[in-house]
């Protein structure tokens, strides 16, 4: 027996790094076995941001589902699919725009945030004022209770609660469950310059990136700012590259602190050990994707089979919904 239906999904902008193994994927295929679980290349969401450069989304798209079995997840065991090939989406997002509040949306801290934060793209559009309508539509669709996503997205699963309960309240219905958020226990990773770790920064290291770029990158993270040289005890407790051990290679991180504290080695010895580490960790990572990347038509197989399982959920939801709306 399954514990409940899973719906995440992730935005196809860019290549895939650290950073969503740990804060996301790794979470995701460990859902597999006790939840029914869907997740989606949410690429609609990606046409709100990125309207004004639309050339790579669908490249991304295929890379992203790839990256994703690479890490783990099942083809066998999980719906992969992406969102627009299945139009039931934007149906049900134009049934919640209709009951969703204005005043819920612009309070919105995301959205405040992103507005603030984002330069070089014009997001004062309708569509993406409405970014969490659709992501509510997406979870509700499959009327799925758990919802594994990083903090930043929760302000986004409370307003999917609440626009299931008013669409419960107006029409009379109970077609829809209120969705928990369920929050990775991993904190979060920083990126190399221990910015927060961004496609605009560049600070990452992608999933795809070969053993020598990874070598390169890890040499540039910057460590403890306290330790100039070799003679400095170090503050392993303050170093981005110390927890990249601890998430990375966990089982390293005591031997790395001792070795910090009591200037046994200096940074740039722990950085080219940390980047084995990580090439370690990926080697299985890449030969899984170019497994993949050597048969295109296999990814094709996996998203097709999702869209058809994906689909059937979707239109025996909207069924009920257009018998709730009297339609
Ligand atoms: N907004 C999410 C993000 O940026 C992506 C997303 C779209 C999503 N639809 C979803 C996440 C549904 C969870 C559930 O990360
Ligand atoms: Fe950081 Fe390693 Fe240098 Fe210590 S030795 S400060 S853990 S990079």
Redesign the pocket.
Known sequence: MKKGRI?????PTGPLHLGHYVGALRNWSGLQDDYECFY?V?DW?ALMSEYADTTNIARWSRDMAADWIACGLDPARSTIFV?SQVPEHSELHLVFSCITPLGWLERCPTYKEQKKEVKGKDLETYAFLG?PT??AA??LLYLGNV?P??E??LP??ELTREIARRFNQIFSSSVFPEPQGKLTTVPRLLGLDRRKMSKSYGNFIALADDAETVKKKTLTMITDPKRIRLADPGHPEECNVCSYYDVFAPEMSAEVQDKCRNSKWGCTDCKRTLAEALNRFLDPIRARRAELAGDPAKIDAVLEKGREQASAVAKETMRKVREAIRF
């Open positions: 719906l995440s999904g992730m935005r989606m949410a969401h969102q970014y659709l992501q997406d979870i919802v996503v990083g930043d997205q986004h699963v």
